[in-house]
Structures are given as structure tokens and as C-alpha cells.
């Protein structure tokens, strides 16, 4: 695929979408890290229907540790993984509290010194609540950007430096939310919906469905 493809193709993801956001609900920059480390392995509807019980209780690194580690728990009970989400989410709560003066840190290095965030969860942080152009590669984004002939890579760290790299600038800060929602929603693992595709004309995958 060519850059000028490229260009076309998030220009389109632009028109149809001029502002995008994350489907996790967050008001505040430490809510979206605790959403994002919740949501590894899990759903957005998942982790919202979690911290919306959560967050009304405690929503600052102090009140969950405050909360204590059972009754965290018991309140992100209903996500895949959650005795190891909430003993991270913890730690991390601390590690804010001591290092950071309660306050989610604007750099690589110090999200990914937390307990629980690895590269994917800093680059979400840094792109979401900070604007850095960063691209968080999960399965949506690692399978549009290789079917597609956007980014194709056989690792998820091969194709997000390969986005980073091809994506026109201009598009960089939104692009990120643009390939997850099209993943989820149009090019979809088992059946893509091509034929209802606002980039079809301009994708590299051969295969077409047509309804």
C-alpha cells in the first residue's frame, strides 16, 4: 500500500469521524489508567459496567487503597483475571501515592514502571489522556492494519512502529481510536463487512465480503 492510500483512508476515517474517543467512560486521567489496566483480556462494556459501580466509591489512588484489597476485589469481581488486575491496581495506586504525588505520570517509562502496565496500557495513557501520537496495537488494530496493507506485521510491536512510521502525521493522535472502532465494528475477525466498508475501494484484502 502506498502512502497516498494511506492518506485517503484516515481522511475517510476522519470525515466519518472527526472526533473519536475511547468507549471506556473515565473522568480523569487516573480513571483511565485503572480502566485500561482492567481491561486487558476484557471487554469495554465490561470494564464499565465494573468501575461504574467502582469509581462513585473510589476514585483516586488514596481511596482505593483506602478501599483495601478485598473489597476491591469484590467490586472488579466481574472481569476475566481480577484477583491479579486488583493486586496491580493496587500496587500501582501506591507507587502513584509515594513517587508521583497521586498524579498518572505524562512518560513511557514511569507508566510502564507500574504494576499492571505494560507497553499497550502506556501507549492508550499516553495517546488518550496526554495526546502523545502513540498507537496502542491490540487484536483489532493488528488485524485491520494487516488485512488492510496499512501496517502488515507478524508481531504486534512489528506493526505498531510501522503505523507510528506511516500514518501522516496529521492523523496520528486519532488513529489509534479510528483502527480499534473500525476493527470492532466493520473488519471484524470472522466475517468483515466489506460490503458496508467506507475503505473498501482503497483496502488490500481480497477476499470481499458482499453481504
Not at 469521524?17 to 473515565?26: C, D, F, G, I, S
Amino acid at each position: 500500500m502506498n502512502q497516498e492510500k494511506r492518506r485517503l483512508i484516515f481522511g475517510r476515517f476522519r470525515d466519518a469521524n472527526p472526533h473519536p474517543k475511547t468507549e471506556l467512560v473515565y473522568n480523569s486521567t487516573f480513571e483511565l489508567l485503572i480502566s485500561v489496566i482492567l481491561s486487558a483480556q476484557a471487554t469495554d462494556i465490561g470494564v464499565n459496567k465494573a468501575t461504574a459501580k467502582l469509581y462513585p466509591v473510589a476514585n483516586t489512588p488514596e481511596a482505593i487503597i483506602d478501599l483495601g484489597i478485598n473489597k476491591l476485589k469484590k467490586m472488579v469481581k466481574t472481569i476475566g483475571l481480577y484477583n491479579t488486575k486488583a493486586e496491580n491496581i493496587l500496587k500501582t495506586c501506591q507507587i502513584l501515592v509515594a513517587e508521583h504525588d497521586s498524579v498518572v505520570p505524562d512518560d513511557r517509562e514511569a507508566l510502564e514502571a507500574l504494576p499492571g502496565v505494560g507497553r499497550k496500557t502506556a501507549n492508550v495513557v499516553l495517546n488518550t489522556a496526554f495526546g502523545h501520537p502513540t498507537m496502542a496495537v491490540d487484536t483489532h488494530i493488528f488485524r485491520v492494519s494487516n488485512r488492510t496493507g496499512i501496517a502488515a506485521g507478524k508481531t504486534v510491536l512489528e506493526v505498531e512502529k510501522k503505523l507510528v512510521k506511516r500514518i501522516p502525521g496529521e492523523f496520528m493522535v486519532d488513529a489509534h481510536h479510528w483502527l480499534i472502532l473500525h476493527g470492532r465494528y466493520v473488519c471484524t475477525a470472522r466475517r468483515p463487512l466489506c460490503y458496508e466498508c467506507q475503505i473498501s475501494d482503497l483496502c488490500d484484502y481480497k477476499p470481499k465480503t458482499t453481504g
